[in-house]
């Protein structure tokens, strides 16, 4: 079957740097997504990812490695607007998303 | 431009009921999704449109349908509603289906309670 796998809640403090990790296991795979989703809103997307290595926005940063199935999104200098939910999402063979559930990160100041 | 909008924005609905989610975008987008989303689950694809005209299953079709009579409007219909479709629908598009980033943005949602 196809999975993703995330952490459900992770904390970090304002000002530091966190990591969020994402497992995948696809049927085919066309590229890894990252989302950011305050709560009570939509998604809104990050990044994007295909090829294997670092990808860098500014304070965001997104990592992938196929041959591990692995993906991580580095958040720098945090701030109290980064609390929100972050979803990692693979993009299979028949381009449909696989989505995972979600990793809540709070910021504490 | 609005991008994408939905309505209504919640709504409580008695159990065997019938109600149309709308969902309209403005960016001339090809194709168009339904998820649904509940707490502790990853989005779950109810039903796609890669174009005008077609429709296809996704992830969680059963007790939903949809239509795509043009480009901008993507209505989700649930025909007898139960309380397990209580959830927060998201309508999201895209430019297209295969290649390139195929990045999908979203709705606003709408949340749905069925009693």
């Known amino acids: 079957g196809q999975n993703i796998d995330q952490p459900t809640e992770m904390t970090a403090t304002e000002g530091a740097i966190v990591q969020i990790n994402c497992t995948y296991q696809?049927?085919?795979?066309?590229?890894l997504f990252w989302y950011q989703q305050h709560a009570g809103e939509a998604p809104t997307f990050l990044s994007y990812?295909?090829l294997d290595g670092l990808e860098e926005k500014g304070r965001f940063s997104s990592f992938l490695s196929r041959s591990k199935g692995y993906s991580y999104l580095l958040l720098k200098e945090l701030q109290m607007k980064d609390s929100a939910s972050y979803l990692c999402?693979?993009?299979?063979?028949?381009?449909?998303?696989?989505w995972g559930a979600g990793t809540k990160l709070i910021i504490k100041p | 431009i609005a991008g994408i909008t939905q309505a209504p924005t919640s709504q409580i609905l008695a159990a065997g009921r019938r109600m149309t989610l709308r969902c309209t975008q403005d960016?001339?987008?090809?194709?168009m999704y339904w998820y649904r989303q509940d707490l502790g689950l990853g989005l779950r694809l109810i039903h796609y449109?890669?174009?005008?005209?077609?429709?296809g299953k996704g992830e969680v079709p059963d007790g939903y349908s949809v239509s795509r009579a043009n480009t901008d409007d993507f209505p989700l219909t649930l025909a007898s509603a139960v309380p397990s479709q209580t959830s927060v629908y998201f309508c999201?598009?895209?430019?297209?289906?295969?290649?390139?980033?195929?990045?999908?943005?979203f709705g606003p949602g709408t949340r749905l309670t069925v009693l």
């Open positions: 960016m001339r987008h090809n194709a």
């Open positions: 696809t049927s085919g795979f066309n590229g």
């Open positions: 990812n295909v």
């Open positions: 449109s890669n174009t005008a005209g077609t429709t």
């Open positions: 999402a693979a993009l299979d063979s028949n381009y449909q998303l696989i």
């Open positions: 999201a598009s895209s430019d297209s289906v295969a290649g390139g980033t195929d990045t999908q943005y």
